[in-house]
Structure formats: structure tokens, C-alpha cells
């Protein structure tokens, strides 16, 4: 199975700042990264496929790079609606992975 | 607009088998690949399987096989995730997800989740 693993795994933040999550594979992915936003009590929510492409209805503000193992999220003036934990996800052979979660708390 | 309800949430003991439904509306059914992702409290989401749009064909993880079966009845338009010999673990939310496009596995839409307890 191909691991997934994020850092950092928590991380405080001001609204207006910019972050940066990153993920890497134990294997190549190709451009087969997904990320995911999640609220406590909800699912999650797809931002980024395919590395860098912006699901529709998503803000501008995030964006996804990379390719083959090291992969990264960037926020861009982070906002209230924001704060919430991120997963990234493999989708380029089964099974799917997940990364662990970074959790964005404010600071 | 696509939308994807869940069954309700069950209890079940050790041993037991539960079922879990996902009607989806707003799209071809057929079109589309659905997967199946639990999340147990405080963990990451843990991939389960796949049916896929066309012809039901499924694909199962490893820690599952021999007691997961994704099924789908496309005149419903809805899908059924079964699982058996439940133990503690297995305690989680499960979501069905639908795939973002025929070639993408990425999952574009959820469900509102089933909270499956297995106590005794």
C-alpha cells in the first residue's frame, strides 16, 4: 500500500496569513493527489484533484502543486472558514490512501 | 445538483451484519463510479471500495475482503454497502462517495455519512 504522510500534522494560523501543507507518498502517484477539507461533524470536502486542479465553487486562495512523491496545499490569506482539518489522498492505485490529517487551528 | 442520502444510523453487535444504502439523484447513475470511505472518531478517512459507473464491476481493499460487498440496484438509482462479521473496530461513519469523472477516482461528492456502533 502506498503511505501517505502529511506535515505538519497541526498548525496555528492568523486569518490574512499564507500556509502551506505538505504531503509525500512512500511511492510515485503521478499527479494522481487529491486534497480534502474537513469540518468537525461533516464530511469531507474535495479541493484540489489531480494536483493542482481547482474543484468547482472553490475559492482561488487555495491551490496544489507537484508531482511523483511531494505534493503541497497552499492557502492564501487565510480565512475564518478556513480553519479546519486537511487530507491529501493518493487515487493513483488501489487501495486509495489518506494521509493523516493537518488540523489549521487559529492562533 | 447532485446529492447522495445515506441510511440511517445503526447499532450492532459484535458479529453482525449491517447494510448501508446511498440514493443518488442529480446525475446518470450509471455514469459514474461510487466509493466507499469510513472515518472511525479522530482518524483519517480509511478507503473501503469501489463499483464502478458502467458495468458494476467492484474493487475491494485488503482489510476488507471476505467480508465487504458493494452492490447497486440502477433502477433505484442507489447503492448498497454490506458488511459482516462486525467487530469493535469497525465503529466509524461511513460515507459513500461518487467519483469526480469516469477517469477520476477523486470523490467530488459525499454523502451525509451513517455512524455504524458495533457494542454488545
Known amino acids: 500500500d502506498i503511505q501517505m504522510t502529511q506535515s505538519p500534522s497541526s498548525l496555528s494560523a492568523s486569518v490574512g496569513d499564507r500556509v502551506t501543507i505538505t504531503c509525500r507518498a512512500s511511492?510515485?502517484?503521478?499527479?494522481?493527489l487529491n486534497w480534502y477539507q474537513q469540518k468537525p461533524g461533516e464530511a469531507p470536502k474535495l479541493l484540489i484533484y489531480a494536483a493542482s486542479s481547482l474543484q468547482n465553487g472553490v475559492p482561488s486562495r487555495f491551490s496544489g502543486s507537484g508531482s511523483g512523491t511531494d505534493f503541497s496545499l497552499t492557502i492564501n490569506s487565510l480565512q475564518r472558514d478556513d480553519f479546519a482539518t486537511y487530507f491529501c489522498?493518493?487515487?493513483?492505485?488501489?487501495?486509495?490512501?489518506f494521509g493523516q490529517g493537518t488540523r489549521l487551528d487559529i492562533k | 445538483q447532485v446529492h447522495l442520502v445515506q441510511s440511517g444510523a445503526e447499532v450492532k453487535k459484535p458479529g453482525a451484519s449491517v447494510k448501508v444504502s446511498c440514493k443518488a439523484s442529480g446525475y446518470i447513475f450509471k455514469n459514474f463510479g461510487m466509493q466507499w470511505v469510513r472515518q472511525a472518531p479522530g482518524q483519517r478517512p480509511e478507503w473501503m471500495g469501489w463499483?464502478?459507473?458502467?458495468?458494476?464491476?467492484?474493487k475491494y481493499a485488503q482489510n476488507f475482503q471476505g467480508r465487504i460487498t458493494l452492490t447497486r440496484d440502477t433502477s433505484a438509482n442507489t447503492a448498497y454497502m454490506d458488511l459482516s462479521s462486525l467487530r469493535s473496530e469497525d465503529t466509524a461513519v461511513y460515507y459513500c462517495t461518487r467519483t469526480l469523472g469516469e477517469f477520476s477516482r477523486a470523490s467530488a461528492y459525499w454523502g451525509q455519512g451513517t455512524l455504524v456502533t458495533v457494542s454488545s
Open positions: 511511492q510515485s502517484v503521478n499527479i494522481y
Open positions: 489522498q493518493q487515487t493513483n492505485s488501489f487501495p486509495i490512501t
Open positions: 463499483i464502478k459507473g458502467g458495468n458494476g464491476d467492484t
